[in-house]
């Protein structure tokens, strides 16, 4: 089984920090989501497209998040998502953002880690369902082992 460790660069903007130029702690967040977006459109599953199909959802819910070190106005960073665990109506990831040098784009530092729990949640009447037979094949081809 190869598992995939997804990466995804991004900028922080002016609208991702507080007012002293940091990135507001609740942001970090919101690029974890945008990472595990990306990482599912890159094992070919689009979340509107089972949302039609499906008639599927996934919901946070739950996060332990650690914050390392802060970053700020125009910083360019990387999360690196990798799937956990796949089963019955759960999925959970390993997250893990980090700083990059804005010459080179490697990495320098750690920022935050976090492991997120997600359910699998029927979008007629929101209530938790079991991932799809069509969808989890293609989850534990890229689970981490």
Known sequence: MSHLVHCFKMR?????????RRV???NYLKFMERA???YLRD???ELDVLDATEHVQFA???VDIRYLQGAGFNDLLEV???LSMAQGARLAFRQVIYLLDRKTAE????????????????SGNHRPCRIPES???????????
């Open 60 to 62: 946070v819910t739950g």
């Open 12 to 20: 922080v903007y002016y609208e991702d920090t507080d007012h002293g």
């Open 80 to 82: 690196e998502s990798t």
């Open 43 to 45: 094992c070919g599953l």
């Open 107 to 122: 990495r320098t530092s750690q920022l935050t880690s976090a492991d997120v729990q997600l359910a699998c949640l029927n």
């Open 135 to 145: 969808v989890m094949p293609v989850l534990k081809i890229h689970q981490s082992d």
């Open 24 to 26: 507001y702690y609740a």
């Open 36 to 38: 595990r977006t990306e």
